[in-house]
């Protein structure tokens, strides 16, 4: 799994009790079974395609996304890259520092950077920052009792007006996750309440084995509802 402040250093995760201005009030509730760093540094990261989601590909070659743009659960930096190759200024977050170790081994694409922490514990000083947030392998990679408070963290850290743009994978091969399969109607309940969902589509072009078990939407925080296409 993938999760970025301009205030913290390379060497200080962010999620640190020096960043924080507050946390979420149950920690409980935010343990993830899994052990992200152990699977990077074991090599055991089936997810890494070594290649952008042909669903953003296709989507910044009809529509642009611009300004500051954050990437949770980042990984390897690929789609960080992808945005940040067509003008984003773009944020990378990762709970594992092999992961973000590897994505910045990669040349930079544009304006681009990557940051350790826990998009469950930022800084209230990211409220409101960001244009646009991109979700590809987060939001099916944490338990999904804790998928309430990811609608939370995003709902908080865009700007009024920004825009999320998720592929979210409806149904794994997988018996049991990560990742964590959904429905429309669990993402309806969970952020219509923050958000307006204003497209939704299914990509042309999936990974191998997630071909038509994805659906794209694009979701604006205080922004009217349209009919989906």
């Given at each position: 799994m993938n999760a970025?402040?301009?205030s913290a250093s390379p060497s200080e995760p962010l999620g640190s009790d020096s960043n924080l201005d507050s946390k979420l009030s149950n920690p409980v509730e935010l343990i993830d079974p899994v052990d992200w760093e152990a699977r990077y540094q074991a090599g055991d990261t089936p997810w890494n395609e070594g290649y952008a989601a042909p669903a953003l590909t296709e989507f910044l070659s009809r529509h642009p996304i611009l300004g500051e743009v954050l990437v949770p659960g980042s990984g390897p930096g690929h789609d960080v890259r992808a945005l940040a190759t067509h003008g984003a200024r773009v944020t990378g977050l990762d709970l594992s520092s092999s992961a973000i170790a590897l994505a910045r081994s990669y040349p930079p694409a544009g304006s681009?950077?990557?940051?350790?922490?826990?998009?469950?514990?930022?800084?209230r000083t990211w409220n409101d920052r960001f244009d646009w947030v991109f979700e590809h392998t987060c939001f099916c990679a944490i338990p999904p009792a804790l998928r309430a408070e990811y609608v939370k963290a995003i709902g908080?850290?865009?700007?009024?007006?920004?825009?999320?743009?998720?592929i979210f994978y409806l149904n794994p091969s997988a018996?049991?996750?990560?990742?964590?399969?959904?429905?429309?109607?669990?993402?309806?309940?969970l952020f219509d309440p923050c958000?307006?969902?204003?497209?939704?589509?299914v990509p042309s072009g999936a990974f191998e084995g997630r071909e038509g078990r994805e659906i794209c939407q694009l979701w604006?925080?205080?922004?009217?509802?349209?009919?989906?296409?």
């Open positions: 970025n402040t301009n681009e950077h990557y940051e350790q922490g826990n998009l469950f514990e930022l800084p908080a850290i865009l700007k009024p007006g920004g825009h999320f743009f998720a018996l049991s996750g990560p990742p964590h399969g959904s429905t429309r109607e669990e993402i309806a309940s958000l307006g969902l204003m497209e939704e589509w604006r925080k205080g922004g009217l509802v349209k009919s989906p296409r």
